[in-house]
């Protein structure tokens, strides 16, 4: 047994009052959740203490909170794991650790009615409507089942692994951005049917999630959501292969989003920082330094974003000329470039897990991704990785 | 936007002034209520569902293992029944069994047709895994998420039909309204994210509301599973049945309860005491570790109390004896489990279980087409009681039962609608629910005990006096404190005193259903002089078919429970001694 001390954002809406923060002791095992926590409040000292919960097993997607900001479920996040965290927050502002406590807040990008319990109706079960989320099949069924691919079933069992319990929507940052994006967890059910061979209607949802200016090309990359999300469903993975998927039906990405994000994830690899040069070359043309040639189309864009280049340098964003030319911007000091490259292992030994239900286990060869893994060599294929889940 | 219908308008709760009124009103939204109220709608008549969390919270969820069904060529439906039947301990109605394993197949094809991801085989088939007590391997899955693929599918259906049937989500009932003709007519609610009370109108209501594994603790049971739709039913009068039946799970977490799926055991897992042995070749040297439910857990109860348990109470189960590939691919979810719950790395260590709370198989007594005793009123899933599991369920056999008898009870109860004039619910039953919660609302705090410390009492008590052993002394102690915290409860107090997403009310409401339940329970274990399936009394352990192959009824009086029996139907298998 251990005593702990939680923090709640409180907000009890016939009060009349906002929302405050209340602290309150707990006593209990380290292995044992916030949620039990929470739970040991409402039993002993507070019944008025709203939290969604049911199952205690990260199983019903009731209990998505933050936790020390960090959006995921109260079932699964150990009080004595979210203790250390907070611990390691105040150091790292020079506080000192026996100051620090859990902090627990409702969902964000969600309206809060109670407590923790938050509105999801008006902002993540309207969005899984927007998607069409049922199966659209032709015609009659088979008379028995219908014959599939044994992978295809397993692929699309990675989004029907959702819970729903919108941990994805409150990390989203597009979703703060624009609160009309069709977000993660709507996006990853969307997966969920275009990776069906049984769906007849592909074509359709794909031009659908693409020409709807909240759709899939409105997520920026982030990550946020593959670390929120308590069931390994990488949310982001499955919006990256909507868009591959309408790459393939020939749907233009808008804006190159796509080729943008992976030269992104590669050159921070390399650099350590955002070397902006490589940003606009590897965006529209990654054959430059490599042996495949830059397509037409990666030429004229490259060529019509010149003007934002300049504009880039005139604004400070990117700092200086010599920033322009490959090669030029420097690796970062003292060992830091180790350390990024420790998070991209990180990511990709991450990037593992994502995968359980399709690669099973360590030993199974990533699939090829084409053009980039060619280009970069072993390096990119961390990035690439991410893309060909 | 092609040719993709885009859903319909979102779901509005309808106003307060009127009176809600469908033809058929569900009340649970898991497995056994969503089939329901799709069944319902495909026979053109109005359905509301309601469900006291959103529907993908149920408890279905939970539900990793698989399904039954004897679809496979080399397989059989007499096959299905009969391991059921003596899964049940011939305590099951072999009229309602043969039904359900006779639909079995094509609800799984209705099921695939819908969307849900079943795992294939290398042809593209549909492929199984084993499960216990079943002499084929015939479970349907999907990963180790099955309940939760299929609910979410069905849930797909109910978004799709959103016309049709109406969803009141987080929506909690209280009490069912009968006429003067004894005939059910609606239900109270109360919506719970602004405390106001509905007196809901139907020609037809479907109790599908789960079963009562909260009343253990610990239980592998969500926190929402408080026996409702059973005590609710009881309440008015509808008989229960087999209430003493509670199945106890092999492999559950020690502490939390958390359950780890029989497919582990069903891909080859084994069961080992602390000395390393593998203890089920002296209890059931057929079958092993895949003997049925009561069978393991009495073995591993045995191994513990006599001294060959880890001293932390439990046995192990070692999972690395299955190919590890497997393990990711199969049984990913409890990968996650070991990893967050327990600290432990399945494919690497074994993992200490013992048997845990995990199934209600009575419940609330009902035809082969969810027909209670009340007219009007019917019952389907782990809250009704056909009776398909008898004195033990076999494994993958309830999401069965809720899809089958689910259905079943939609479509009956839509012809019905379609019968009758139907009747007005009269106000009081809702005057008599506003008393009831001003009542509990005017206690002053430290007026008594705390509902949660009661709550608390009641799942340890039943745990020690009502699990896998069981001898008259301990049940009649069990039902003492029963009705002690039955009188304590009157007098608890909540703090929350509001409208707005008020859980401690309805967790004092949720104590009282508990507490019916339990009461039931400790009553019929006491009657029933036998050992049968989950009913082991250490004072009478053998099986006595003479006196006891026969149902337990109960029903409500004011001094409580009385007693009745009924006939288990026998339709071709005659009850034999039962070995794995
Ligand atoms: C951990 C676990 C694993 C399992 N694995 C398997 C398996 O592999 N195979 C198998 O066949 N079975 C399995 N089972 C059993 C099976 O999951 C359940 O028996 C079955 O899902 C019950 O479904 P149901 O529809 O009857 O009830 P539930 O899914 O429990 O749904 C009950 C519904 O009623 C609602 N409700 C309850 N009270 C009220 C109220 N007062 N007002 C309004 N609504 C209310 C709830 O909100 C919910 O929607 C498992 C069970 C557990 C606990
Ligand atoms: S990766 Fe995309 S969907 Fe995920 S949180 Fe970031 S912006 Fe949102
Ligand atoms: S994708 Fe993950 S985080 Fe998002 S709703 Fe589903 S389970 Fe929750
Ligand atoms: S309580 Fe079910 S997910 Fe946390």
Known sequence: MADYTIKVRRFQPESGEGPYWEQFKVELEPSLSVLDALLQTKDREDGSLAVRCSCRAAICGSCGMKINGQSGLGCKTQIGEAQELAEKKMGAVGGSAERAVVVIEPMGNMPVIKDLVTDMESTHWAKIRRVTPWLLPHGAPPEREYIVEPESMLDITQPMACIQCGACVSSCLSMEADPGFIGPAALAKAYRFVGDPRDAETKERLHDLAEDPHGIYDCTHCFACVDACPKDVAPMDQIMRLRRRAGEEGIEDPNSGHDHEIAFVKIIEKKGTLDESLLLQESFAPGIKGKLKPSKRAIKEMLGSIPTAIRGIKTGKMRSLPKLIPGIHHKLPDGAQDDVKAIYKHAEEHNEEFNLYIKGEEDVEPEPDEPTDAILGDEAAAAAESESA | ?580
């Open chain 2, 1 to 580: 936007m092609g040719g993709i219908p885009t859903a319909a308008s979102d779901f509005s709760p309808i106003a307060s002034a009127l009176v809600p009124t469908h033809d058929v009103l569900v009340i649970g939204a898991g497995l056994a209520g969503q089939r329901a109220a799709l069944a319902a709608a495909e026979q053109g008549v109005s359905v509301g569902i309601i469900s006291k969390v959103h529907p993908v919270r149920s408890h279905s969820n939970a539900a990793q293992g698989g399904i039954n069904a004897a679809l496979n060529p080399g397989d059989s439906w007499e096959s299905h029944a009969y391991d059921t039947i003596k899964g049940s301990d011939y305590l099951g109605d072999q009229d309602a069994i043969e039904i359900m394993t006779r639909e079995a197949p094509e609800e799984i094809l209705h099921l695939e047709h819908l969307g849900v991801t079943f795992h294939r085989n290398a042809e593209g088939k549909l492929g199984t895994r084993a499960f216990g007590g079943a002499s084929a391997a015939r479970t349907y899955y999907v990963a180790d998420i099955t309940g939760q693929a299929i609910m979410h599918v069905l849930y797909e259906q109910l978004m799709k039909y959103s016309e049709q049937v109406a969803r009141y989500e987080e929506w909690f009932s209280t009490a069912l309204a009968i006429d003067e003709n004894g005939e059910c007519c609606g239900v109270v609610t109360r919506n719970v994210a602004d405390g106001s009370m509905e007196l809901f109108k139907a020609k037809a209501v479907i109790l599908a509301t789960g079963g009562n594994g909260q009343v253990w603790k610990p239980t592998t049971n969500a926190l929402i599973c408080t026996g409702d739709g059973i005590a609710m039913a009881y309440r008015v009068g509808a008989k229960l049945m087999d209430m003493e039946m509670i199945q106890y799970h092999p492999t559950t977490l020690a502490g939390k309860g958390f359950l780890i799926t029989e497919g582990a055991r069903g891909e080859g897992a084994h069961l080992l005491n602390a000395k390393g042995e593998r203890f089920m070749e002296t209890y059931a040297p057929n079958k092993m570790e895949l003997a049925s439910r009561d069978v393991v857990s009495r073995a591993e109860q045995t191994e513990i109390n006599e001294g060959r348990g880890f001293p932390d109470g439990t046995v192990a189960l070692d999972i690395t004896v299955v190919p590890k590939k497997r393990v990711h691919e199969a049984l990913r979810e409890i990968v996650l489990v070991g990893r967050d719950f327990a600290g432990v790395d399945i494919t690497r260590e074994p993992i200490h279980i013992k048997p845990g709370n995990h199934y209600t198989m009575g419940g609330v007594k009902t035809d082969v087409d969810g027909r209670t005793d009340i007219p009007g009123l019917y019952s389907a899933g782990e809250t009704a009681c056909v009776s398909v599991h008898g004195g033990n369920r076999l494994g993958a056999n309830s999401l069965l039962d809720t899809l089958i008898f689910g259905r079943r009870s939609g479509v009956d109860a839509a012809s019905r609608a379609k019968r009758i004039e139907g009747s007005t619910p009269s106000k009081k039953v809702l005057e008599d629910e506003d008393a009831m919660i001003a009542e509990i609302n005017s206690r002053a705090k430290g007026s008594g005990r705390r509902v949660s410390e009661i709550k608390l009492e009641l799942g340890t008590t039943m745990d020690a006096k009502v699990a896998v052993f069981r001898d008259e002394a301990g049940i009649q102690e069990a039902l003492e404190i029963v009705r002690r915290l039955k009188e304590e409860t009157k007098t608890a107090y909540i703090d929350d005193h509001g409208s707005v997403f008020n859980q401690d009310l309805l967790g004092a409401i949720e104590l009282g259903y508990m507490l019916d339940n339990a009461e039931c329970t400790c009553i019929a274990a006491l009657e029933r002089k036998e050992s049968r399936g989950a009913q082991y009394r250490t004072d009478f352990p053998e099986r006595n078919d003479e006196e006891w192959l026969k149902h337990i009824d109960l029903e409500q009086t004011d001094d409580g429970p009385e007693i009745s029996y009924s006939e288990v139907t026998i339709t071709g298998w005659k009850p034999e001694a039962r070995t794995y």
